[in-house]
């Protein structure tokens, strides 16, 4: 599945995964350059704002 972030990039993500340490669910996501990343799922889904509105960091795309 891919995704829009918020500032433009498109990712697609990879898996999800969990953090050995504490068992924190991860999310982790592929650039288009190929380089590879991981979040905390909540922190990859979570709302937040720009401009005063409301958007989603990452948007799924069609």
Known sequence: MRFRHYKGGVYELVCEATLEADLTPMIVYRAADGSVW?????????LIEV????????????
Not at 38 to 46: A, I, L
Not at 51 to 62: L, S, W, Y
């Open 38 to 46: 991981v979040r905390p799922k909540d922190v990859f889904f979570q």
């Open 51 to 62: 401009d005063g509105v409301m958007v989603q960091r990452f948007a799924p795309i069609n």
